[in-house]
């Protein structure tokens, strides 16, 4: 019969199309279990996460996930869409690096006498916009925050010189185009959904859509 | 003087008449379950839900509990119940095995949208990590199959989380929910406040406010339409918004086809209803899915067996999806208009704007491909002319005797096709089958759950020898509750799905598809369920009639022809209108 392998049509371009780094947004109710919940949606479809950071939001009692996976636009709406759909989230937003500031922490730990006879601190300092945490005898401690390149940049520059650990944070970002959640959470503890609520990008169709 | 006296009074008359109760976790749950108008439970108790079990005693009155087989047959009685009823079902299983055996009901209720309300026991709060006797972790086991699922620990949670299961169980898109219990909480004693159902919950939608602008869209779009197709599903049924898709579709005249969950929505013999979708759907509805230039999807999330390959599906449509979950637009096909909300609510706008059509040459069109199957395929399966006996004849027969008014509850394989494609209904919610998951054995205790759901019709579980052989065990519970079912095995001695496609994909290499049974008659009879036999046409009838009038459990096993196909088909990988005929 068919000789049509279906795996294969399965993975045909399209899906795959413009992959790009996406932050994923989650306001949601600070509970036990709705990590895995939103994480195994991930890892249903054998998507990797890059990074995970959940803190508290600007609001009290409402936890806010910051999500870093790269992927097409299609595979994101979806996944955003699924999210959303949990019991106990309330907003899911997703944007591409430009819509986006957002930041990482590194923290190095070299040993005191390697760099203090091999390169100056002070240039570490000025040129990756590094700060000592620590200083010790026997060791000493940076801390940069930045982008991936940068945080990445001193990895570099420090492998030479006996790079005893290093340890780099989740991202945490802040929607650029965002009146932050507080209007919004109105709209969620109403009663009856308002117009707001029921805003949802695939009825608008328009640009405005993960940008509130 | 007086008045403080009255004032007294009316204090001692308001504490008398709030209803704050003292007792047990376990007895404020049951409680909780009678104000949610719980009637019946199917279960099987366990060392972890032995305090609510112990409780349950003492309301033998309000709440009936069938003692299952198997925790898989619970949880699949309890579907049934709610498919064929509209109302939660519930199940109480213990933990570790107990809840481990609820997995593929849950996965099953999580996929076909069912709303349950399951309750499992759990080790002591304080054991809980420490791989304790049935100790398995149940929450997260249960998180990908669950609409939501919550661990109590202290008593004074469990009304407000019963509450809670409730609603999300039954709003929006249905769908199951878990409890776990440690049994501490099941035992603690304290005094409750007075039960409130939940009706809000600020992080969860269940359906939004109608925006008029999309219906009006939607509108445009169906008004302008030459060649508009309706495809349904069991979203018509969920909203119970079967009276507004009727009005629907005959003020338009748009031809309908449903997907197999929702089937039954509306009459089979109602003129718009063209038939079935996808794999085994008739041959016009699949074929004219790719000539449709408007396809309006009500409640229906375009599954790979209805659409076969994607690429090649409707591509010259317009589409318009009316849907609860947002997460369904736009998931498979794309939709032009997208009109989210509750098809109760959005059907009767869109009647109104919609203009009133007849589509006469375009209802033509299906019916000559359907005359096309009648003359191929259908009339040899309803009335075959060889020696062997086809599933179809026997669906003919259940037609002819009960009139379409019985609910069909049928396992899964080659005979749910048939009965899908052949089975008469005039009522909704009378076609009852394991649609997205696809579960082997669910049949015969999904049957007796839905004679639960459906006390006053006949329910008729049309099962293979495969799946028969998966859930047996529930002939134990007919025996000992009297779920007057009707069981009928239709046996082609294989595993005939898998079959038929190693038939016509694998070269014909039967792998470990030929598959023995035991003497089905003789095992009813060892549980005192009447049963026979047939294996020749002549006596055909006349067993069924016996087994439809009998009054109470009736098991009949129908000899079938052995390597029977369903046909049509759309081979997997193939598009709709490919579909082939033989």
């Known amino acids: 019969m068919s000789t049509e392998n279906t795996l294969e049509h399965k993975t045909t371009k399209a899906d795959f199309d413009g992959k790009q780094e996406y932050t994923i947004t989650v306001y949601a109710e600070n509970r036990i279990g709705l990590l895995n919940r939103i994480a195994i949606i991930f890892s249903k479809r054998k998507i990797n996460i890059e990074s995970l950071n959940t803190s508290p939001s600007e609001i009290d009692g409402i936890h806010r996930f910051n999500i870093v996976i790269q992927e097409g636009y299609e595979v994101v709406r979806k996944l955003a869409r699924q999210i959303e759909k949990q019991i106990e989230v309330l907003k899911v937003y997703f944007n591409t690096n430009d819509e986006i500031i957002w930041q990482e922490l590194a923290l190095y730990k070299v040993s005191t006498d390697e760099i203090a006879e091999k390169v100056t601190v002070e ?16 060791y000493t401690v940076f801390a940069v925050t930045g982008h991936r390149e940068e945080t990445d ?9 006996e790079l005893i650990e290093f340890v780099r944070s989740a991202r945490v970002a802040i929607i650029k185009d965002s009146a932050g959640f507080h209007e919004k959470l109105k709209e969620f503890e109403a009663f009856e959904p308002g117009e707001e609520l029921v805003e949802n990008e695939f009825l608008e169709k328009g640009e405005k859509i993960f940008t509130m | 003087m007086e008045t403080a006296q009255e004032t007294i009074q009316q204090t001692e008359a308001k504490a008398e008449t709030s209803k704050t109760f003292k007792g047990t976790g376990s007895q404020v749950l049951l409680n909780g379950l009678i104000e949610e108008g719980v009637t019946t439970i199917f279960g099987y108790p366990g060392g972890a839900i032995m305090p ?3 409780a349950l005693y003492d309301y033998a009155d309000k709440l009936e509990h069938i003692l299952v087989r198997h925790e898989q047959g619970g949880i699949h009685a309890a579907q049934g119940f709610a498919r064929a009823s509209g109302e939660v079902g519930i199940v109480f299983a213990t933990s570790g095995p107990g809840a481990t055996n609820l997995v593929t009901g849950l996965a099953d209720a999580q996929i076909d949208s069912t709303p349950l309300v399951c309750i499992t026991g759990q080790v002591f709060a304080h054991l809980l990590g420490t791989d304790a006797f049935q100790e398995t972790d149940v929450i997260n086991i249960t998180t990908p199959v669950t609409k939501w699922n919550y661990q109590v620990t202290d008593a004074k949670e469990i009304q407000e989380v019963l509450a809670k299961a409730f609603y999300i169980a039954k709003s929006g898109r249905p769908g199951p929910v878990l409890i776990d219990i440690t ?11 007075e039960y409130v159902k939940c009706n809000h919950i600020r992080s969860y939608r269940p359906k939004p406010k109608i925006r008029i602008e999309y219906i009006e869209q939607a509108a445009e779009l169906i008004n302008s339409a030459k060649k508009p197709f309706i495809l349904f599903g069991q979203g018509v049924i969920l909203g119970k918004a079967e009276q507004e898709f009727k009005a629907f579709i005959e003020k338009t005249g748009i031809p309908a086809a449903w997907t197999i969950m929702g089937e039954s929505a509306i009459p089979t013999s109602h003129p718009l209803n063209v038939g079935m979708l996808g794999m085994h759907g008739n041959y016009g509805p699949n074929v004219l899915t790719n000539e449709a230039d408007v396809i309006i999807a009500i409640g229906m999330r375009f599954d790979d067996r209805v659409t076969g390959r994607l690429d090649k599906y409707a591509k010259q449509a317009r589409v318009v999806h009316l849907d609860i979950d947002p997460a369904e637009i736009d998931k498979n096909v794309k939709a032009e208009v997208g009109v989210w909300g509750d098809c109760k609510e959005t059907l009767p706008l869109l009647t109104n704007l919609v203009n009133e059509n007849k589509h006469e040459d375009w209802l033509a069109k299906f019916k000559e491909y359907n005359q096309q199957e009648i003359d191929q395929v259908i009339t040899p399966e309803l009335y075959p002319t060889g020696d062997e006996m086809t599933m179809g004849e026997v669906l003919r027969n259940i037609n002819e005797i009960c009139g379409g008014d019985a609910v069909i509850v049928t396992d899964v394989g080659q005979h749910q096709m048939v009965a899908c494609r052949y089975a008469n209904f005039n009522n909704t919610r009378s076609n009852i089958t394991s649609g997205g998951l696809g579960t082997m054995g669910f049949g015969l205790p999904a049957a007796i759950g839905a004679k639960y759901g459906a006390p006053d019709k006949t329910v008729i579980a049309i099962i293979g020898d495969g799946g028969f052989q998966m859930t047996p065990q529930e002939l134990g519970t007919i025996m000992q509750f009297g779920a007057a079912v009707k069981i009928l095995i239709l046996n ?7 079959r038929q496609w190693q038939q016509l994909f694998h070269d014909k290499r039967y792998s470990f598809v030929n598959i023995t049974s035991p003497d089905f008659v003789a095992l009813a009879k060892s549980y005192y369920i009447e049963a026979s036999k047939v294996d020749e046409r002549a006596n055909l009838r006349q067993a069924l009639e016996t087994m439809i009038n009998h009054e109470g459990s009736y098991l009949l096993e129908v000899m079938v022809g052995r390597e029977n196909n369903v046909f049509p088909m759309v081979p997997q990988g ?6 082939r005929l033989k």
Do not use: C
């Open chain 2, 183 to 193: 049994k501490n909480a099941q035992l603690q004693l304290e005094e409750f406040p």
């Open chain 2, 574 to 579: 193939m598009s709709v209108s490919e579909i």
């Open chain 2, 492 to 498: 082609n001695r294989f595993l005939g799905m898998v």
């Open chain 1, 123 to 138: 240039r570490l300092l000025r040129q990756y916009g590094a700060s000592a945490v620590v200083i010790r005898k026997d």
């Open chain 2, 52 to 54: 609510i079990y112990d």
């Open chain 1, 153 to 161: 940049a001193l990895v570099k520059a420090l492998e030479p010189y």
